[in-house]
Structure formats: C-alpha cells, structure tokens
C-alpha cells in the first residue's frame, strides 16, 4: 500500500499557541488529501477536504480560521491549529488519495495535547 | 438516524475462531466500501477495499458486500491475538469523502 507519513506523531502545546501538523504521501502524489479529528473511543470525523493549489472545503461546524489547511503541493499538505485550546485536544489524522476511485491512506496520527 | 451503523462492541473471541464484523448504511448512493483497522493511537490501516456486492478474499479476511440489503461484513479466519484492535467501516457516495462507522473494538484471547 502507499505510505502516508504524518508528523509529528504528538506534541503538546501552551493555551493559545499555534500548532502545525504536516501530511506527506510518500511515494505518490495526491490529488486531494483529507484531514480528520478523533475523540477517543469515537469514529473518525471529517474536518476539511484539500486539493492542491486550492482552498480547503470545511465541513459544517469546523472553523476555518481555527484551523488552517494548506495544500502546497501534490506531496504535503498542513494543518494549523490556531490559538488551540484544551478542548482542541484531540488525535489528528490526514489521509490522501491519488484520485477518484482509490484507495484513501492514512497517515500515523498526531496526538494534540493543549494545556 | 446515522448513516452508518457499527456495533461498537466490546467482542472478545478465543483465538482461533472465526471473527464477523458488520455494518449497515442508509443510503444506496455509496459506491465504495472499505474496511479499516486501527491500533490504539495509531492511524487506521486499510483492510479491504470493495465497489460492488459480493465476495473479496485477501488472505484471512473476507469483505462481503450486499448492496440490496445495504449490509456489509468482514470476517476473519483463523483470528490471532495481534489482530486486536478496532475495526472501522468506511463508505464512499461521491467527491471522495469517507463516512465512518464508529468502529468495533475486538479482542482476541490466547
């Protein structure tokens, strides 16, 4: 299977400080990558759609400017966490896909901790 | 209602047998089915990946899926104490965006 490689895996950061978690497909390029957030014992919930060299598609209730998605090549995109609070704890997950009627690959995760 | 359903569990099986996993959607419209499995706090690892109603064999597990019924399965032979984790549905319609199951937790005992 294709390789998707997230980091970093954990971080924890101070109220208010901003946080950026990369997204790479390793050994192909994605045309559209995914960004999710999971609460634990909980299902993954989708938080945006990103295409490379376009703006993001959030999902309803996900705050854009919250949380900023970047896409600037066909290989990375970021997440931005801005002024994170605790309740933004959560495990971060990206995936990518090389195009319709793929497969969708996950990246490790980034475990975010806000204190 | 969701538009996917997953028992969320916790099942715990003996080593050995056979595991069924099971999920049911609302909407005819997805096209794709895909089965996940996910280590605590790691990313999901696709299983299977499946476009039509029927059977998909990959090693120790079957896909099935029954478009009719709108009822898809994953089984496990032989199951294993390393295949431990919670497995997770996932359905595409359309635009590429997964619809998740909420994942069931499984055990397998030595």
């Known amino acids: 299977g294709a390789v998707v490689s997230q980091h970093p895996s954990w971080v924890i950061c101070k109220s208010g400080t901003s946080v950026k978690i990369e997204c790479r497909s390793l050994?192909?390029?994605?045309?559209?990558m995914f960004w999710y957030r999971q609460f634990p014992k909980q299902s993954l919930m989708l938080m945006a759609t990103s295409n490379e060299g376009s703006k993001a598609t959030y999902e309803q209730g996900v705050e854009k400017d919250k949380f900023l998605i970047n896409h600037a090549s066909l290989t990375l995109s970021t997440l931005t966490v801005t002024s994170a609070h605790p309740e933004d704890s959560s495990f971060y997950i990206c995936?990518?896909?090389?195009?319709?009627?793929?497969?969708?690959?996950f990246g490790q995760g980034t475990r975010l901790t806000v204190v | 209602q969701k538009e996917v359903e997953q028992d969320p569990g916790p099942l715990s099986v003996p080593e050995g047998a056979i595991v069924s996993l099971n999920c049911t959607y609302s909407n005819s419209a997805f096209q794709y089915f895909m089965w996940y499995r996910q280590y605590s706090r790691k990313g999901p690892e696709l299983l299977m990946y499946?476009?039509?109603?029927g059977n998909k064999e990959d090693g120790r597990f079957t896909a099935q899926v029954d478009k009719s019924s709108k009822y898809i399965s994953l089984f496990i032979r032989d199951s294993q104490p390393s295949d431990s984790a919670t497995y997770l549905c996932a359905l595409e319609q359309g635009a590429q965006k997964l619809v998740f199951g909420q994942g069931t937790r499984l055990t397998i005992n030595p």
């Open positions: 995936s990518a896909r090389r195009g319709r009627d793929t497969e969708a690959f």
């Open positions: 499946t476009y039509s109603s």
């Open positions: 050994d192909f390029q994605a045309t559209t």
